[in-house]
Every structure is written in structure tokens, then in C-alpha cells.
């Protein structure tokens, strides 16, 4: 139901949208430890919603104390921050975009790993401002609700120790997670910098892997043939691209053609060829050796031959090369920009490498200072968060004014700026039903029916009251962040089992562990049903398509945590995703995991695909699974439920994963696969057997 139905007198104009009777609305409330967030506090007329008749829901009552995600936080830097992009080079804030993919980590197993993540929103703001310097030398500009991984947890940039904006906070010591900038305070060079660095890349990638051939030969005819020829070729078309890029600006045209054929041991080359003598001058007089190199010339330089003879492998950066006179320039060219190497004893054959020591700070200089063109060499995807570099806070400087900064969202809840993981926070916006704004109004205009457990009190002590069950965790998750705040759901529950009310919980939330006590008490005089939303086991593929929500192994543990606490617990494994998550494998791993847990019953449904969640979802599909736009098209037919054909395909896969492992159809939340409506904007569903359908593409995503 809308708020519109809650709202207890008269219109003012100037109230916030979706709140627009104000004698309801208690109070607007911005606290430090939810940066970023607005909550409006109101007493509505009612905390029961009935469900409408028309919807397929197995329940009619559901209860809804929250409207927005207090799930999504927001965070402010300068807008000079270096953010890490997922191709291993740095952008400055300012420049990062909304669908950008950056890099961030999440837990696996006993370490913290860099993984790829995208933004999904970004806003500018004004915030007072401090200043971070790391033992290293890395600076940091942020507000004072910005958190930073620390070794001892997160932590914000200010608080106190006491009173209203206690919460852990950075001294002087405490140390980041993270790699740093080491000093590094620039941007990368890029490809279009300056004509000394396109002529150091010039000079590392042709003398590291191009062919320079002048020769003369005699013909039959008895005269002598002059041939010029210069030729590169490449796998990579990123740097095959800036070099004949900066030929170009050196007057050299090429011409570019296929080069070998692609086979199961060699990927396909192309090459960039010219076989004009004064072409093969002019690049000749490019190459040549500086007497005095500059910096910029050694960053282009070692960029060139890391494009051409560099590797990057398990985190170990080399490049390699048997001529002395290119190995002695790289080494010069690294102690000029600060980068710390090792040379290796050589091969039997000739070949050196060259390799850089010190971790991550060390790769992360070497790129920024350098901006090779191949970014898969450039990847930390994988890798550990962890670094040998002086991250400790040595100082922390309030700088007594407000600056403009950035907020973004990533689909993480992190992101590393300056070479430290930082922290943000990530819901999908749906606040349109509210008429509040789709983006970040979600995210920081929250409101709160502050009022709920009293108003519900009243409903259900009516004589109409009929003790029907009554279902949360519908639409907005009752055990968001925001509920470890205001704790509405304690006294919910208490007015529901003191009128003899069952009812259900449905949520992803881990905040529930804190209520066990109460719900096993209660289950004692009414029947309680648990439910925990789990779709997937694929801890990566949740983080794309959930980001910002626990982990699947968070919520296979608080399941196992309701067991213990004797409550039965179902598993909401709703949506199953087409093509994604449906396979046998994948429902068989799935049932098998919430089985092992402890949970009795599951209940299983496709995806559907409402307007605002349909615009949303297949945007992300395009772009991370492109191959299932158009079987999406087809399956759903522009509509919300996928075919009929699909959805008893998947009740009897599902159906199947469910008996291997002793698991029930839920007891109150029924599959739902067979009672959706059969037609999508008013007619049957087409297209093939549904049998069939799943198995297209399914060895490319699993």
C-alpha cells in the first residue's frame, strides 16, 4: 500500500514527496552513524497492509515498518582521489562513471580478495573536510563519515568514544588495508600525453617485439632490390592500437591484416606493417637511445616493454629480454621512477627477467607512472588484500572547510581510492512507490513508522480481527541496517503473539540472530514461520546480482543459527534466474547447502520481471551476460512471468533437487512456479519447449 493510505490530515506543498501531510511526520533525523541517510519519522494510521486481491501471494496481511534501504550508506572524497579501476590503472573520482567497473574485494574463505564490482550511482555533495597521511606517504581527503578498512575493522575518519556519535574511529597507528600509492600523487600517464613518452613507448615496444628488416637482395634480372620493411605483430589489440596510433603522429602510416591463424595453442595476431623506406628511417630515428632520458620518456619506455615483453602472473611483475642494452634501460628506467627490482640469473638461452619487488605498492607505482595499454596484465582480481606497505595513519588534519566531494554506490560496498579499501554501501532503488526520487532518495530518504508496534497493538486487539496470518519481509526487508536503530521489530512481534496472530519472516538480513531469543519464545503461543531469501550459492554471481546484501554463506549461517534455536526455517529461493541459476547443478548444490544448514522447507520461484525491475535487470544483463539478452526477450515476451512451458520446467527440476535432500515445499509461502498468471500483456507465452530452453548457454556461465 501507498503511504498515501497512511497519512493522517492535510497537505503542505513544502513536505518531502511521498510525505506530503505533515502533522504525520515527527521528525527528520540525520545521525553519524548512518552517514549520508535522512530518516523521517512518522505515525501513520496503521500498521497492517492488506494485500490486494488480485495478487498471486499465498497471504493476505503484511506489515511494512520501513520504506527505502538503510542497507545503502554513502560515503565523500575529493575529487582527486584515485579510484581503482578493474583494469589495474587509476582514475581520478571526478572522472569515474556510473556503470564504470572499478575493483573491490570481498571475503573468501579466510582472506579478504580484490574482485571486480560496478558503480551504480554517484552524486557530488559538499562536506567539511580532513586530511589522512599514510606512513607511506599516501594522502587521503575525505569527510568525517568516510570509513576506511583498517586492521582492526572498519572505521570512520571521526567520532567519539562516547554519547551521540560514538562509533570506532581512526587514531594516529591504526593501520589500512590496502597497498597505498607510495608517494604517487598524479595520474598515469596516458596515451595522449606528451611526444617524449610516445617516443619511450615507441622504443620499448619495437625494439622488445617488432621486426625491423633492411636488406638488399639481387633480382634475376641482375639488378640490385632495396627492401624496408617494418612489421608488428600482437595478440593485443590495446597496444597494437597505440602504436600504430602514435606512428600516426609521427607521420608513418601502416597497414594493419591478419597475421597466422588462430589455433588451439596460439591465439589469432594481427599485424601492423610498412615497407617505405623513409618510413623505416623516421621509426629508426624514433627508437634511437637518449643520451639523457626523462622521466616521461622512461614511464613511455617502460610501458612499450612491458606491452611487449612483460608479464604479470600470480602477482609476480617481470619483463624479460636477452639483449643487455634493452635490459640495462629498463633497470634505469625503474630507478628513475622509484620502482624497486630484482634481475634473475639468466636463462640457458639468453633471457633475463627483470623483476619488481615490493608488492602491490610497487605494481600499483609501475602502472600509474607508466599506463601500459594491455590492461589484462595490469589485473589484481584474486589477489589477497594484503601489503608489506606503511599504511599507518600518521596524521589526521582537519582542514576547517567544507570541500566538494563525490558519494558513489558500488555493487561491493567498497572500492579502493588512494590504494585503501573504503567502504560504501549498495540497495537497488525502488523508492518511486513512495513518489519518492528513483535514485538516491532510497538510499538516503528513509521513512519510518516509528509508531508500528503500538498502532498494530490496536489493530489486532478489534473485534473484526480475524487472526489471519500475517507476512513481513514482502517488500522491504524488516531487518535492514536501520532496524539495529530503531528496533520496531521486538515489539511487532510481541503484539502479534499476544493476540494469538501467526505470522511469517522473511528477510536476507543477519540483524534477526538478535531477536532468536524472543521468536523461540513466542513460537511457544502462536505459529511463527522463518523464511531467509537464498537464491544461489555462487558467492561471485550473488554479489553481481545482489550487491550490498550478505553473503550467501552469512544467510546459510543464520539459518543454521535458527535451527540451533529449535525455530524451523524455510528458504525463500526466489528469483531463480533463467539461464543462471536454474541448472541441475546449481539447484542440486543449492538444496543440498540449505539442507546441510538445518532449513526444513524451501520454496522456489523464476524471476519476474515488474516494471522498474525489469529496466533494471536486463541493463545488467546486457552488460555482464550480453549472449541472454534476446532469450530473455523471447522467455518473457515483454511481460512479468516467464512462459508457462519454463515455469513447470522449473517446478519440476526444482521439485526433484528438493526430495535429494529431504527438503519440503513451504508450508505457508507455496511454489509458486504453476499459480502465476499464464499470459504476459494479455497472451499466451510462446516459444520453445521449455525442457529444452534452459540448457542453451549454460557450459559458457557455469
Keep these: ?167 570506532p574511529y581512526l587514531t594516529p597507528n591504526n593501520k589500512l588495508m590496502g597497498f597505498g600509492l607510495h608517494g604517487l600523487a598524479q595520474e598515469a600517464y596516458g596515451p595522449e600525453h606528451d611526444e617524449a613518452y610516445r617516443r619511450g613507448y615507441l622504443t620499448g615496444m619495437i625494439r ?57 595453442t596460439r591465439k589469432q595476431m594481427t599485424a601492423i606493417h610498412t615497407s617505405r623506406a623513409a618510413h623505416y628511417d623516421a621509426i629508426q630515428g624514433l627508437i634511437e637511445w637518449p643520451v639523457n632520458p626523462s622521466d616521461t620518456w622512461s614511464a613511455g619506455f617502460l610501458a612499450g616493454v612491458f606491452d611487449a615483453e612483460g608479464s604479470c602472473s600470480r602477482g609476480v611483475l617481470r619483463i624479460s629480454n636477452s639483449n643487455q642494452e634493452i635490459l640495462r634501460h629498463i633497470e634505469t628506467a625503474m630507478s628513475a621512477l622509484g620502482i624497486t627490482y630484482v634481475r634473475e640469473r639468466a636463462r640457458a638461452n639468453g633471457v633475463a627477467n627483470i623483476r619488481v619487488v615490493g608488492g602491490l605498492p610497487m605494481r600499483s607505482r609501475l602502472f600509474g607512472a607508466t599506463a601500459p595499454a594491455i590492461s589484462r596484465k595490469l589485473k589484481i582480481e584474486g589477489l589477497a588484500v594484503k601489503s608489506k606497505a606503511d599504511l599507518r595513519i600518521v596524521l589526521i588534519e582537519d582542514l576547517r572547510q567544507e570541500q566538494e566531494m563525490f558519494d558513489i554506490t558500488t555493487g561491493t560496498g567498497d572500492f579502493i581510492a588512494n590504494g585503501v579499501v573504503s567502504h560504501n554501501c549498495f540497495a537497488r532503488k525502488t523508492h518511486s512507490y513512495l513518489g519518492l526520487d528513483t535514485g538516491l532518495d532510497f538510499d538516503s530518504q528513509l521513512v519510518v513508522k516509528i509508531n508500528a508496534g503500538e498502532v498494530l497493538r490496536r489493530e489486532l486487539a478489534k473485534p473484526s480481527w480475524k487472526h489471519e496470518q500475517v507476512a513481513m519481509g514482502t517488500n522491504t526487508d524488516p531487518y535492514q541496517r536501520a532496524e539495529g536503530r530503531y528496533k520496531l521489530m521486538p515489539e511487532i512481534i510481541r503484539a502479534l503473539a499476544d493476540s494469538g496472530t501467526p505470522f511469517s519472516i522473511l528477510t536476507k538480513g543477519t540483524l534477526l540472530a538478535r531477536d532468536l531469543p ?122 512479468t512471468y516467464a512462459s508457462k512451458d519454463y515455469r513447470r520446467w522449473l517446478a519440476a527440476r526444482v521439485g526433484a533437487a528438493k526430495r535429494r535432500h529431504g527438503l519440503q515445499s513451504g508450508a505457508r509461502l507455496r511454489d509458486i512456479n504453476t499459480q502465476q498468471p499464464d499470459t504476459a500483456r494479455g497472451r499466451p507465452m510462446g516459444g520453445p519447449k521449455a525442457a529444452a530452453l534452459p540448457e542453451v548457454g549454460q557450459a559458457t556461465l557455469f
Design 208 to 264: 622488445g617485439d617488432a621486426m625491423l628488416l633492411r636488406r638488399t637482395y639481387t633480382r634475376a634480372s641482375g639488378t640490385p632490390n632495396n627492401v624496408s620493411m617494418f612489421r608488428l605483430a600482437l595478440t593485443d589489440s590495446q597496444a597494437l592500437e597505440r602504436t600504430r596510433g602514435y606512428l600516426a603522429k609521427a607521420g608513418i602510416s601502416t597497414t594493419q591484416r591478419p597475421f597466422g591463424t588462430k589455433t588451439d
Design 518 to 639: 524472543l521468536l523461540h519464545d513466542v513460537a511457544k503461543d502462536v505459529e511463527v514461520g522463518m523464511g531467509i531469501s537464498l537464491a544461489m550459492t555462487d558467492a561471485g554471481l550473488a554479489h553481481r546480482v545482489e550487491p550490498g546484501t550478505p553473503t550467501p554463506r552469512a544467510r546459510l549461517d543464520l539459518i543454521a543459527k535458527l535451527s540451533d534455536a529449535g525455530l524451523e526455517c524455510s528458504v525463500m529461493a526466489m528469483p531463480i534466474l533463467p539461464w543462471l541459476t536454474d541448472s541441475e547443478e546449481a539447484l542440486d548444490d543449492l538444496c543440498a547447502s540449505v539442507a546441510a544448514a538445518g532449513a526444513t522447507s524451501m520454496t522456489a520461484g523464476a524471476l519476474h520481471l515488474r516494471p522498474g525491475a525489469r529496466e533494471w535487470y536486463m541493463q545488467w544483463l546486457a552488460k555482464e551476460y550480453p549472449q541472454l539478452v534476446d532469450s530473455y526477450r523471447r522467455l518473457y515476451n515483454g511481460g
Design 1 to 167: 500500500m501507498r503511504w498515501d493510505g497512511q497519512l493522517v490530515t492535510a497537505e503542505s506543498p513544502a513536505a518531502l514527496p511521498g510525505l506530503a501531510k505533515t502533522s504525520n511526520l515527527v521528525r527528520s533525523v540525520q545521525t553519524p552513524e548512518f552517514a549520508g541517510i535522512t530518516f523521517h519519522e512518522v505515525l501513520a494510521k496503521s500498521a497492517l497492509s492488506r494485500v490486494p486481491s488480485q495478487s498471486a501471494m499465498p497471504f493476505e496481511w503484511t506489515i511494512n515498518p520501513y520504506r527505502g534501504c538503510s542497507h545503502a550508506c554513502t560515503y565523500c572524497l575529493h575529487p582527486d582521489t584515485l579510484i581503482l579501476m578493474a583494469d589495474g590503472r587509476q582514475k581520478a573520482l571526478r572522472k569515474v562513471m556510473v556503470g564504470d567497473e572499478v575493483m573491490g574485494t570481498e571475503v573468501r574463505g579466510s582472506y579478504r580478495r580484490y574482485t571486480r564490482t560496478h558503480v551504480r550511482a554517484k552524486w557530488p555533495t559538499r562536506k567539511h573536510a580532513y586530511r589522512l597521511t599514510l606512513g607511506d606517504g599516501t594522502q587521503i581527503v575525505a569527510s568525517g563519515d568516510h570509513r576506511f578498512l583498517s586492521d582492526r575493522g572498519w572505521k570512520f575518519v571521526q567520532g567519539t568514544m562516547w554519547g551521540a556519535e560514538q562509533r
